[in-house]
């Protein structure tokens, strides 16, 4: 079965500082990797997801992850926070168990300081 | 284009009574229902997902179960409400292809007293 891990469960940074949130995932297969994003009291926001090819993805609000099959890895980036970056960030897991299911890690609450 | 809705946002609910959580899906046919449940700290837990009209599979043992009506329809239920029951609920689809993500609603933060 798949597995999360996301070894930060708070990080502070500096407005207009750069983030990096880490993630490590167990499957034995190629995965589906995703991040999201939660606001407070909120659903949860697709960030971007990696499935195939280039190991450097893109998605919205400026971030990016790199998948490292090596390392076992898919760590989010943020070049320079915004305050209304402060959230709360899933990563997640895609894979076959029976059916498909997301597994998702505990999450890591991200603290924008002025 | 697809969207999900979940109800209610907040519930506030006496130890021993029952729960209805309901959450439905439009714009999309057979998808992959989701429920999960979010604890301080613990990141998602998947309680239950069904892929067809009546099809539930319970992914942990609770007080909770699930079910699904109709192909966009989910239901999230309990007899009798623990203290322990008290978190936010969120409900979620994907396409039942193995390669997507799975949108979520807006959570319900049920507080039982």
């Known amino acids: 079965a798949q597995s999360v891990t996301q070894p930060d469960i708070h990080i502070t940074v500096s407005e207009g500082a750069s983030l990096e949130l880490r993630c490590n995932y167990s499957?034995?297969?190629?995965?589906?990797l995703f991040w999201y994003v939660q606001s407070p009291g909120q659903g949860l926001q697709l960030l971007l997801k990696?499935?195939?090819?280039?190991?450097l993805v893109q998605g919205i609000k400026g971030f990016e992850a790199e998948f490292k099959r090596s390392q076992s890895s898919f760590n989010l980036r943020k070049p320079s926070v915004h305050w209304s970056d402060a959230a709360e960030y899933f990563c997640?897991?895609?894979?076959?168990?029976?059916?498909?299911?997301?597994?998702f890690g505990a999450g890591t609450t991200v603290t924008v300081r002025a | 284009s697809q969207t999900i809705h979940q109800w209610p946002a907040t519930l506030v609910q006496p130890v021993g009574s029952p729960l209805s959580l309901e959450c439905t899906v439009e714009?999309?046919?057979?998808?992959?229902l989701y429920w999960y449940r979010q604890a301080a700290g613990r990141g998602l837990q998947l309680l239950f997902y069904?892929?067809?009209?009546?099809?539930i599979s319970s992914e942990v043992p609770q007080n909770l179960s699930a079910s699904r009506p109709q192909d966009r329809q989910f239901i999230l239920s309990s007899k009798k409400l623990l203290l322990s029951d008290s978190g936010f609920y969120l409900c979620?689809?994907?396409?039942?292809?193995?390669?997507?993500?799975?949108?979520f609603g807006q959570g319900t933060r049920l507080t039982v007293v």
């Open positions: 499957y034995g297969a190629t995965p589906y």
């Open positions: 979620a689809w994907s396409d039942p292809r193995p390669n997507t993500e799975a949108f």
């Open positions: 714009g999309t046919s057979n998808p992959n």
């Open positions: 069904s892929v067809g009209i009546g099809q």
């Open positions: 990696y499935f195939s090819g280039d190991t």
């Open positions: 997640a897991v895609g894979a076959f168990s029976n059916d498909y299911k997301l597994s």
